[in-house]
């Protein structure tokens, strides 16, 4: 559905060139949620601004359902954009018109008739659940009303893609869960390709399929969301994640456990996805090698919709080959993370069968 | 108090002063809206950037906020006649009054447009808006509270001019204020002019603030 290819932004401030984007490459398929993280000033804005041309990339091509945009200027860009709805972490709605008003404002410069603005702002608006709010002003709504607004009035042309510009940045936890299930709600039912940028992983893991990590202007890291969360390749991408699902020993725990077992137990991080989550993993693990098993961690998520389970064991005794005790849970298809222990850390590169 | 001849002085003064300033605030308004619009527009990085257009209007704009009032009377003489065949008369001091209040408007209408937050403007170009539907439905209705006060605030400093232009032959409430007040030492309708003007920008200011009010949707609870 969007295509970035090799689109590169440099700014000049105060004479200085100042690279937002370089060389970014990006593919969203249609009807997914794709999601764009990263730290302020790392240029996903800047990005996600450029798929509208809000911003113009000085290379690169970006295509919108085949359509290079990148090339289009006038009219023709015009039309485009009202292919393409957008919000905004300030709302950005107009204060003099009504709830009502702000809805038909896409419709109106669109130059659909009347009648017709009028029965659409009525579905837009029930299907924001704002139908009771419609002759109010945006200084009269709270923020999550404000960005509902927002969204009724990105969907009034029925565009094909949703950008979503720090949506939910501006709002209090409960409000963003509702408006991030609004957005799923709309993807689902819409089959709306959907592109937001944050700097929260948890907007990430509740609605996104794919997720890329930006960092100085490059995407370091992209890919289905489970494979991110389950094995981040990069620090970028392990920042964002600390503290969202990947658990970590406190580091003194750590050491004290390591200096207890000698050298001897092993310290493993288990990952599983989806059924496996119900496997009888750890009994199985004792009968076979003849290992005390001993639970330091547990948890259970969800990434979207997936179930994903977190185990932290040590693993002590039985004189059994540790590696082979490590291939087992992957054959498993259990993702293995060596925390402490004597295998060798290129044994634990392997993917672990998640995919 | 006063004899019935005065009433008709100060009442005839009056009409003249509301017409004065009355077409001049239109059409210093009709002059000045475009221009402080296009030293919006045309600001670098708006949506008609045109940097080098900018400066030129903003310099043009300068110049006639620099020059004196009674000065440039004088100086567009040729041309006021040349608009209205005089320039003596109340009609012929309508034209140096607005040939001064169109910089003066401009200005104000783009400190009023700058208020509008920017994010408003992209948010517009992103649904594919054109340049002139966002001037006219988002730019002036979003500033209207604003402009209002604008077109207040214009009128009122036209009513100070009136008075200069008065002196020209241009009549008005100022006119007889110098002309019986001052040189014919007649205190009494010198302070009776006085207390009509502040009563006529009070009268201004307050219905000015009122009208900005009712426009005003930015404010929690406002319907």
Sequence with gaps: MIEVRQVSKVYQVGGQPVVALRDVNLSVRRGEIYGIIGLSGAGKSTLVRCINMLERPQSGSILVDGVDITRLEGEELRAARRQIGMIFQNFNLLQSRTVAGNVAFPLEIAGVPQAEIKRRVSDLLELVGLTDKAKAYPAQLSGGQKQRVGIARALANQPKVLLSDEATSALDPQTTKSILRLLLDINQRLGLTIVLITHEMQVIKEICDSVAVIENGTIVESGPVWQVFTEPRTAAARNFLRGVITPELPPEVLERLIAEGGGENQILRLSFLGEQAGQPLISSLIRLFDVDVNILYGSIDHIKDIPFGTLIVEVKGGGVNPSRLISYLRGRGVKVEVIAGVVEPDLDSAVGGLS | ?223
């Design chain 2, 1 to 223: 108090m006063w004899s019935s001849q005065t009433w008709i002085l100060l009442w005839g003064a009056f009409l003249e002063t509301l017409y004065m300033v009355g077409f001049s605030t239109i059409l210093a308004t009709l002059g000045g809206l475009p221009l402080g619009v296009l030293l919006v527009v045309t600001a670098e990085g708006h949506i008609l950037s045109h940097p080098l257009l900018n400066r030129i209007l903003g310099s043009l704009v300068n110049v006639g906020r620099s020059i004196p009032f009674i000065i440039l009377m004088v100086a567009i003489i040729p041309f006021t006649r040349l608009v209205v065949g005089t320039s003596i008369g109340t009609s012929a001091a309508m034209v140096p009054l607005t040939v001064a209040a169109i910089p003066f408007v401009a200005r104000l209408v783009e400190s009023a447009l700058r208020e509008v937050d920017y994010g408003v403007v992209e948010a517009a170009q992103a649904m594919g808006a054109t340049p002139w539907q966002i001037i006219t439905r988002v730019l002036l209705p979003e500033a209207l509270p604003s402009l209002l006060l604008a077109v207040t605030i214009t009128t009122i400093n036209l009513i100070g001019y009136s008075a200069m232009a008065g002196a020209v032959g241009g009549g008005g409430l100022g006119d007889l204020a110098v002309r019986y007040g001052y040189q014919r030492f007649r205190v009494d309708i010198m302070l009776l002019t006085v207390l009509v003007l502040i009563l006529l920008v009070q009268c201004l200011q307050a219905l000015g603030d009122l009208g900005a009010r009712l426009v005003d949707r930015r404010r929690r609870g406002a319907s």
